[in-house]
């Protein structure tokens, strides 16, 4: 009788084991050291992968790993997804392989209105355009100010619903293009205040936390130059000028702005703009190879830099879609980060006449002058809340 409890028991205990063991259901996954996408990375798992859950908190799991690993892993990783990336590992030093044999067929033609390959590049972020800015102890830290004596952040993610979109999964062609927009960009050199490059990625890390990526790790560098721009790349890295955090006037305003650069990374927009373009650079890689048989003069590559620029103009239309959808994607992720949605209005109004003074060929931004009113009248009139935070005074604390 005995033995027989002993038996049902241990059929028991061995079914809650079961019970709390999950799969791997992405290409890759990363556990961390601790919940939070600005945690490091101890392990990489790959799909199939059996794990046990030990423990829940809220969108992580603690899991034990077959490989003796254990560590906290995105709730994402556990659910079915057809692609999926991990950009833990793009921040590991992957970029630079195969650079220099895919660089000049894909990266150099970019996503912006001009041909960005002209300049010289900043080598050091090319080479590894994902810098780990971000250090945990002082992001959290970070994060309770922000909602000291406010509503949580956990009630402002339960006010709006997200559904995760689909998985993505990033090709080496992709990297390449994100790191050589990257390096071109910061060509300039970038900005060493620590403070403030620190305070401007923990509001990015806070940002990507609200959106449905929360497992996204973010990398900001803030770019030494009065022009005004600010670009976001696939792989997570985010170029913002001085200039342009100089037309900031309050750090809802910059919630806003890096919700928009985020949402451009999120909605996919670079990847669905590589898959446009690939016919076209697919014939650019062929005419690139008979030239090289038969020899290319000055007269060509000018014929060919009009073509690029009766290309980009033909694809206006494309990109203010995409602009559109990235700034109520932003005022999204925004709110949920409990910030005034009405900070990407006033900075749109803002930088409105600095737009149309801008010359549209000369301009590496995204922020196209003819398209800025039909942006602004599409932006959601709905009124501030007073639950919101502004926090404008933290703001100038660090930008000026």
């Given amino acids: 009788m005995k033995m027989r409890l002993c038996m049902v028991v241990c059929m028991v205990l061995l079914t809650a084991v079961s019970a709390l ?17 600005f945690y490091p990375v101890v392990a990489t798992l790959k799909k199939g992968t059996f794990v046990d859950v030990l423990e829940n908190k ?3 799991c603690k899991v034990k790993a077959p490989v003796n690993v254990t560590g906290w892993l995105s ?3 556990l659910k079915p997804q057809e692609k999926a990336i991990d950009y833990g590992l793009l921040s590991v030093d992957t970029s630079g392989k195969r650079m220099a044999t895919i660089m000049v067929t894909a990266a150099v033609k970019g996503f912006f209105e001009n041909p960005v390959g002209r300049g010289q590049l900043n080598k050091q972020i090319f080479e590894s355009p994902f810098v780990r800015y971000i250090v945990p102890e002082e992001y959290e830290k970070f994060k309770k100010e922000t909602f000291s004596g406010r509503r949580t952040h956990e009630s402002f993610l339960a006010s ?7 998985g993505f999964q990033l090709s080496e062609r992709m990297i390449a293009t994100s790191a050589f927009i990257a390096g071109r960009l910061a060509e300039p050199g970038l900005v060493q205040d620590r403070r403030l490059v620190t305070y401007v990625n923990n509001l990015a890390q806070l940002i990507a936390e609200s959106s449905e990526f929360y497992d996204l790790p973010v990398s900001v560098h803030v770019v030494n130059t009065d022009r005004i721009f600010a670009n976001a790349t696939p792989i997570g890295v985010i170029l ?4 342009m ?9 910059l919630a806003c702005l890096l919700g928009h650069e985020i949402s451009h990374i999120t909605l996919q927009h670079g990847m669905t703009e590589a898959s446009l373009r690939r016919s076209k650079i697919d014939a650019d890689d062929a005419f690139s190879e008979m030239g090289d048989e038969l020899g290319v003069g000055a007269l060509e590559m000018e014929m060919d830099d009009l073509a690029l620029a009766m290309f980009e103009r033909a694809i206006r239309g494309r990109k203010e879609a995409y602009e559109m959808e990235a700034d109520g994607q932003g005022i999204l992720y925004a709110r949920r980060a409990g910030y005034d949605p009405s900070g990407m209005s006033s900075l749109l ?11 549209w060929e000369e301009d590496p931004s995204h922020w196209l002058p003819s398209t800025m009113d039909r942006r602004i009248e599409k932006l959601p009139t709905r009124a501030s809340s007073k639950a919101y935070l502004r926090l404008g005074s933290r703001y ?3 930008v000026n």
Avoid at 21 to 37: D, H, L, M, N, Y
Avoid at 160 to 166: E, I, S, V
């Fill in 349 to 359: 109004n803002r930088l409105k006449p600095k737009a149309d003074e801008a010359a």
């Fill in 396 to 398: 100038h604390r660090y």
């Fill in 21 to 37: 063991g999950e799969t791997i259901e992405v290409s890759s996954a990363s556990v961390r050291s601790k919940p939070g996408a």
């Fill in 58 to 60: 809220g969108r992580w």
């Fill in 240 to 243: 913002i000028s001085k200039g």
């Fill in 160 to 166: 709006t619903n997200l559904a995760c979109a689909q």
């Fill in 245 to 253: 955090l100089d037309m900031v006037r309050s750090e809802n305003e």
């Fill in 75 to 77: 709730a994402n990783a």
